[in-house]
Structure formats: C-alpha cells, structure tokens
Nanobody
Framework: QVQLVESGGGVVQPGGSLRLSCAAS????????MDWFRQAPGKEREFVAG????????YYADSVKGRFTISRDLAKNTVYLQMYNLKPEDTAVYYC???????????WGQGTQVTVAS
C-alpha cells in the first residue's frame, strides 16, 4: 500500500527557513501529483503546493508563492517543500499527499508540525 512519511518540521523564528521531506513508497507515482497541504488550529486544511511527478510541473497557493518551493527527487522517491521567510501564519501541521489530480489526494501522510514563533 502507499506510504507517505513526512519529516523536517520544527520550531523556527519568523523569517527563518525549513525544509520538509516526504518519502513515498508503495506504487509507481509517475501519473500522480504529490501535494503538500497544511492545517492550522481551528482552520480547515488547505492546499499549499503540488508537483506533477512526471514532468515536474509545480503549483502553489497564493499565500506561499515566492516563499515556498516544491521539488522531487525521482531516485529517492521523495518530495520536498523548501520554505523561506516563514511567518507566524505558516504555523500548521503539514501533510504530504498524493492523487491522480492536483489537490485531490487519496493517500496522506501522518503530518509534521511547523511552528513559527519568536
């Protein structure tokens, strides 16, 4: 079965950077999208960024465009979310997910906490 394992979360000061990783296994992902979502306390889960596994086209929510970069390493079957200039409003649990269409995932990781605070 599909397994998605996130890592790299933590506590960072405003303006800082973090890189999240998502190790994927269990199937061939070439016809799938790999997405990052996040959910802040008391808020609905929201799409952050996505990448088409084959070809590498990338997509971003307006709130993170220019600050976050999604990428993938085909050899390692791993997707990354590099986050720069983090803001307190980026605080959330970040989830890696995959599906046949962008933003409509059918498999999810367990999530990793990102806290931006001074």
């Amino acid at each position: 079965q599909v397994q998605l394992v996130e890592s790299g979360g933590g506590v960072v000061q405003p303006g800082g950077s973090l890189r999240l990783s998502c190790a994927a296994s269990g199937r061939t992902f070439s016809n799938y999208y790999m997405d990052w979502f996040r959910q802040a306390p008391g808020k609905e889960r929201e799409f952050v960024a996505g990448i088409r596994w084959s070809g590498g086209s990338t997509y971003y929510a307006d709130s993170v465009k220019g600050r976050f970069t999604i990428s993938r390493d085909l050899a390692k079957n791993t997707v990354y979310l590099q986050m720069y200039n983090l803001k307190p409003e980026d605080t959330a649990v970040y989830y890696c997910a995959t599906g046949r269409r962008l933003g409509t995932a059918d498999n999810w990781g367990q999530g990793t906490q990102v806290t931006v605070a001074s």
